[in-house]
């Protein structure tokens, strides 16, 4: 297992680096490599800086539970798993649980938060878009927070990852923005977080689309520093990420409306369960 991907002789993942090369010309607002991941990447303001709401969690995570049981899930691989929004409280829950992320900072927090609770979860310093697990591993697998259609994500090459991870009969469920509905207009937002420590982040996020992906800039500033983050989010409907999971093998699909079965009218998150079939 690599142990260390963030810098390899001072130099990123070759993911980070593929994806700055691929789109350093046609995205300015991308500078330097670091940019697609500062958020994550040797720091905690992920999870200092971008609160979620534990409302949304608690419903995430009580809708997969509830496929699980439906479908007799044992064992979980959350890709890009982050701080382990949803490893720890589905191994709280009796699920066995892997989390792969690239970003060993989110790694460590990741397992310190799971050995205070003392849960047995494997966190993976791994990049997804080159999973090791042969041999059919997994009951399901999951992509939440819209992380399969984000750049330094190869969503082909993740879905393709997480298809032969998962055993005959497994499901794959990604959770992403409905691309549909969304205002495509340029916008720009200012506003301050206040962390529980009093500190004060400054935020500006830019946003603009073009007619694939949307690039989201966020400028954070706090202790007399300014850190930039730059976020490419493929903008694929349902339709299209069907035709992906479809194209990796993948059969049957189920769709949820802000984790709710019942169609919705003005669903913000579209969820996508995939089978993989049996034979
Ligand atoms: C938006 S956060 C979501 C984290 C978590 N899934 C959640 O819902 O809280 C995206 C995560 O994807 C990780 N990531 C992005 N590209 C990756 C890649 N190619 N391989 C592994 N992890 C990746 C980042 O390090 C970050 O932790």
């Known amino acids: ?19 700055f090369e691929k789109y350093r010309g ?31 969690t608690k419903v995430e995570v009580e809708t997969l539970d509830k496929i699980f049981k439906k479908r007799g899930v044992k064992s979980v691989l959350d890709i890009a798993c982050g701080t382990g929004r949803h490893s720890i409280p ?39 878009n080159s999973l090791g697990f042969k041999g059919n591993s997994y009951d399901a697998a999951i992509c939440m927070f819209s992380t399969l259609g984000e750049e ?3 969503y082909p090459l993740v879905i393709r990852g997480a298809f032969s991870s998962l055993k005959p009969g497994g499901i ?3 959770d992403n923005y409905n691309w549909a509905l969304k205002n495509r207009k340029s916008e720009e937002h200012r506003g301050n977080i206040v962390l529980e420590s009093g500190m004060r982040i400054e935020r500006v996020m830019k946003t603009r689309f073009t007619d694939k992906y949307r690039v989201r800039e966020t400028i954070l500033t706090f202790n007399g520093t300014t850190q930039k983050y730059v976020c490419i989010t493929h903008t694929l409907n349902t ?3 069907i035709e992906q999971l479809r194209n990796a ?15 919705k009218k003005d669903p913000g998150r579209i969820q996508i369960l995939a089978l993989k079939p049996q034979k």
């Open 1 to 19: 297992m690599e142990d260390k991907l963030e810098f390899i002789e001072g130099r990123y993942t070759n993911s980070i680096q593929r994806t």
């Open 26 to 56: 046609e995205v300015p607002e991308l500078e330097k490599p670091e940019q697609l991941v500062s958020l994550y990447i040797g720091s905690d303001l992920w999870d200092r800086a971008i609160q979620f709401s534990d409302a949304d």
């Open 90 to 128: 589905l191994s709280k829950l009796g699920y066995d649980v892997t989390g792969v992320d690239f970003a060993l900072s989110q790694i460590a927090l990741a397992k310190a938060k799971a050995s205070m609770e003392n849960l047995q979860i494997n966190f993976f310093n791994m990049d997804a």
């Open 152 to 154: 330094p994500m190869n």
């Open 172 to 174: 794959f469920l990604t």
């Open 239 to 241: 339709e299209q990420w």
């Open 249 to 263: 093998g993948f059969t049957e699909f189920e769709i949820y409306h802000d984790y709710e079965k019942a169609q």
